[in-house]
DNA sequence: CTGCATCCTGTTGGATACTG
DNA sequence: CAGTATCCAACAGGATGCAG
């Protein structure tokens, strides 16, 4: 399994743009860096490098609440804990995809009217 | 046209705990009651019992911006403003449904694991 | 390493009254 | 009728320090 790259979700990506959003501001982008198998906590912090401890903690407890996640602690030292997505979670993907399909389609439709709209004014 | 009836979004309606949303709060609700055709804004009021007029007024502020919908003012007395989809705005639908067919189907399963989680405490 | 406690800030959304 | 103006409450999200 691919280490995640702090370039996951760079700035530039226009993620940000898109009208979808999947539960809380950093549940969806969770959820596909859970995509290729578990991951610990501070793995997640690497592709999502301004989220602060404790709202990635929320986030983690949030999805997992939901049922979306699953969380095992490795009773070691240095602690460990690892999360991975549910078959419930990964049921997200298909709506998901859809949701990423329409904003590669249409989000550049979707910027050039807003350009239009505040320059009008 | 059919006339948008109160119980459109009734509080029991789950569609309060999906995790999708589109744009703000009220964005994908407006979205659905264009459906038909072009709406004034005293009418999307009725579906949309609990938005304040102000909250109303930014969401079709936002929408029209963004190019989904189009806002057409009549020159009459009392005056009339009309609010329709734009092709771009229809658009939305296609990805829309994908997450509610999630939800008609995963919504009971995320709500069971909820409230396994709540009751676990 | 994981993540809780505390405090703080900005934004979102709501209540109410009022205007062209 | 279709909003705007004003004020306010709630909450999401962030910074920092600390604990197991």
Redesign the pocket.
């Known amino acids: 399994m691919e280490p995640l790259t702090a370039d996951l979700f760079a700035p530039q990506c226009l993620s940000a743009e898109t009208p979808f959003?999947i539960g809380?501001?950093?549940?969806g982008m969770v959820v596909v860096c859970l995509k290729d198998g578990p991951r610990?906590?501070?793995?997640l912090?690497v592709p999502l490098r301004?989220?602060?401890?404790?709202?990635?903690?929320?986030?983690?407890?949030a999805l997992e609440r939901d049922g979306m996640i699953t969380?095992k602690?490795y009773d070691e030292n240095?602690?460990?804990?690892?999360?991975a997505l549910t078959d419930l979670g990964r049921t997200l993907f298909e709506p998901m995809d859809r949701c990423r399909e329409w904003a590669e389609k249409y989000l550049p439709s979707l910027l050039k009217a807003r350009q239009a709209y505040d320059r009008a004014d």
Request: glycine share 4%.
């Open positions: 959003r809380d501001k950093w549940g610990r906590f501070s793995e912090r301004t989220v602060s401890p404790k709202v990635l903690a929320a986030t983690l407890k969380r602690t240095p602690p460990r804990v690892e999360y």
